[in-house]
């Protein structure tokens, strides 16, 4: 619950509150929040930790690793 809260008030504004406001798949094939973290949990870790390069992510760096990690379990169960 602790990661669903985070990403609910943090993360849901602009990933939306099943994760799937964003696709970044191809045309082929959809890829959102809970694609990702289930697939390459060690990517979506380094950028929940430091933000993405080039976007207006924000990074969850001051909530500490828990918090982190919580928000990366969390975002695994989320819609692929």
């Given at each position: ?32 929040v809970g694609t990702e973290a289930s ?30 990690l919580d928000v ?9």
């Open positions: 619950n602790h990661g669903r809260a985070i990403f609910q008030s943090v993360c849901a504004a602009c990933h939306g509150f099943d994760g799937r406001a964003l696709d970044w798949g191809d045309h082929d094939e959809s890829a959102y697939a390459a949990p060690d990517e979506v870790f380094g950028k929940i930790l430091n933000g993405h390069p080039g976007v207006a992510m924000v990074n969850l760096r001051p909530f500490g690793e828990k918090a982190i990366l379990s969390y975002a695994a169960t989320l819609p692929q």
